[in-house]
Nanobody
Framework: VQLMESGGGSVEAGGSLRLSCVVS?????????MGWFRQALGKEREVVTS??????IFYDDSVKGRFTISQENKTRLYLQMNSLKPEDTAIYFC????????????????WGQGTQVTVSS
């Protein structure tokens, strides 16, 4: 299984970025969760947003109204990030899993290598 993120970078506060994730080698029928997580320096990895069974979408309160998750055929995952804030600075990871625990890191089986997002004030 391979997940490859792209689209990270450095922006000023208020700017936008769109992250993409390509998923390969993962059985389509097995995918129940697709999600984006982030890990800031010195902090634990946390959920940003996820898509679960029946396209049930979850957003962490910190990104509601600013970030939008979408997916295509369970092989492409996107994260549109608008109105970025310095506190959004982190490494962003995409992940896929067979469980229904889409808000938790342990609900995922495969992870990308991460892409850095840096937001300056």
């Amino acid at each position: 299984v391979q997940l490859m993120e792209s689209g990270g970078g450095s922006v000023e506060a208020g700017g936008s970025l769109r992250l993409s994730c390509v998923v390969s080698g993962y059985t389509y029928a097995m995918t129940n969760c697709m999600g984006w997580f982030r890990q800031a320096l010195g902090k634990e990895r946390e959920v940003v947003t996820s898509i679960g069974i029946g396209d049930n979408i979850f957003y962490d309160d910190s990104v509601k109204g600013r970030f939008t998750i979408s997916q295509e055929n369970k092989t492409r995952l996107y994260l549109q990030m608008n109105s970025l804030k310095p506190e959004d600075t982190a490494i962003y990871f995409c992940a896929v899993g067979r469980s229904s625990l889409c808000r938790y890191t342990w609900g995922y089986d495969a992870w990308g290598q991460g892409t850095q997002v840096t937001v300056s004030s």
